[in-house]
C-alpha cells in the first residue's frame, strides 16, 4: 500500500484526489463507495462487482489507482476508517454523558455544532473569503443555485444581498422552472452555487451554462470541490460532518454570514443608504397601515 495512505484517513479526500484519473468505470465505483462507505467496507471485491455490474479486475484497477496495493488494502482502510468514526462518537457520547446523565437531543447537537465550527476554523480558506467577496462587489446581480435542504442557504443570501441593493435571481429547482431566469445570465452576472454531496443534472446545467457566456462561479460546497470544483472561480469548503450522520447547515450558514458582514464592511456606505431607504419604507407602509384600520 501507499504509505502515504494508510492509518485514520479521509476516504472521501482520497477519491477526491484521484478523481480526475479515474476511467468511467471507476468512477461509478468512486461514486457509489463516496455514498456507501460502511457498506462498501464490508464487501468483497466481488460483491461490489456484482452490484455495479462491472468485474473484479476493475476493482483490483480502482484500488491501484488510489494507491492501493489490492482491493483489500483498500477495504482495509475503509474499515478503519469506519471504526475510527464509531470512535469519535464514542467519544463525543461520553463526553454528553458526563455533562448531563442520560443526555438530551439539544445538548448533543450543540455539542457537535460546537465541533464543526471549530474545525471549520482550520479548514475554511480565507483567501478564498475575500476573493468572494471581491467577486460580489463587482457584480450587482447574482444568481444563487441551490435545492433541497439549501434552499434556506439561498433564501438567506437573497434576503441579505436584496437589502444591500443587489439584484438577486434565486434558481431553486431541479426541473424546467429554471431555464427561463438562466436565460437571463450573462458574462456581467455572478453564479453562486450551493451544492452538497450529489452532482446532479440541474448543477451541471447551470455551470455549463456560466462557462458557455462566461459567468464567473463561486461554490459552496462539501465534498464535491476536488470533483467538480474546476468548473468555479472560487470553492468555498463548508464540511458538514460525517456523510454517514445527520448533517448540520452551521458551517456553510456562518460561512454566508461572513460574506455578507465582509461585503457590508467594503461597501459600508452604500450599504447604509440601501439599509436606510429600506428603513424609511417600512416606516412609510406602517403608516399607510395606521391609516387604513
Do not use: W
Amino acid at each position: 500500500m501507499n504509505k502515504d495512505i494508510q492509518g485514520n484517513v479521509d476516504f472521501g479526500q482520497i477519491i477526491s484526489a484521484h478523481f480526475q484519473q479515474l476511467t468511467k468505470s471507476e468512477k461509478r465505483i468512486a461514486n457509489y463507495i463516496r455514498k456507501n462507505q460502511e457498506e462498501a467496507a464490508f464487501l468483497s471485491a466481488g460483491e461490489l462487482a456484482d452490484r455495479l455490474g462491472l468485474s473484479e479486475a476493475t476493482m483490483v484497477r480502482f484500488a491501484r489507482t488510489l494507491g492501493f496495493g489490492s482491493y483489500p488494502a483498500m477495504r482495509t482502510v475503509l474499515q478503519e476508517a469506519f471504526r475510527h468514526r464509531v470512535t469519535h462518537s464514542a467519544r463525543l457520547r461520553g463526553r454528553l454523558d458526563d455533562l448531563r446523565e442520560g443526555g438530551d437531543i439539544f445538548e448533543k447537537l450543540v455539542v457537535s455544532e460546537i465541533d464543526y465550527l471549530s474545525q471549520a476554523l482550520e479548514t475554511v480558506e480565507r483567501q478564498a473569503l475575500s476573493q468572494t467577496v471581491d467577486l460580489l462587489r463587482s457584480r450587482r446581480r447574482v444568481f444563487v443555485f441551490g435545492v433541497g435542504p439549501s434552499v434556506s442557504l439561498v433564501n438567506l443570501l437573497e434576503i441579505r444581498l436584496r437589502r444591500f441593493g443587489r439584484q438577486v435571481i434565486p434558481l431553486t429547482t431541479a426541473g424546467r422552472e429554471i431555464l427561463e431566469p438562466l436565460m437571463l445570465m450573462n458574462e456581467q452576472d455572478l453564479l453562486f452555487v450551493i451544492c452538497f454531496f450529489d452532482v446532479s443534472s440541474a448543477l451541471q446545467l447551470v455551470l455549463d451554462y456560466a462557462k458557455e457566456v462566461n459567468c464567473p462561479v463561486i461554490m459552496l460546497t462539501d465534498t464535491l470541490g476536488s470533483i467538480i470544483g474546476e468548473k468555479a472561480d472560487v470553492v468555498l469548503a463548508a464540511r458538514r460532518g460525517p456523510m454517514a450522520e445527520f448533517h448540520s447547515l452551521v458551517v456553510p450558514m456562518t460561512i454566508i454570514n461572513t460574506l455578507i458582514l465582509a461585503l457590508a464592511n467594503e461597501d459600508r456606505e452604500q450599504v447604509m443608504a440601501n439599509l436606510d431607504r429600506l428603513d424609511q419604507l417600512r416606516e412609510r407602509l406602517k403608516k399607510a397601515n395606521d391609516i387604513s384600520s
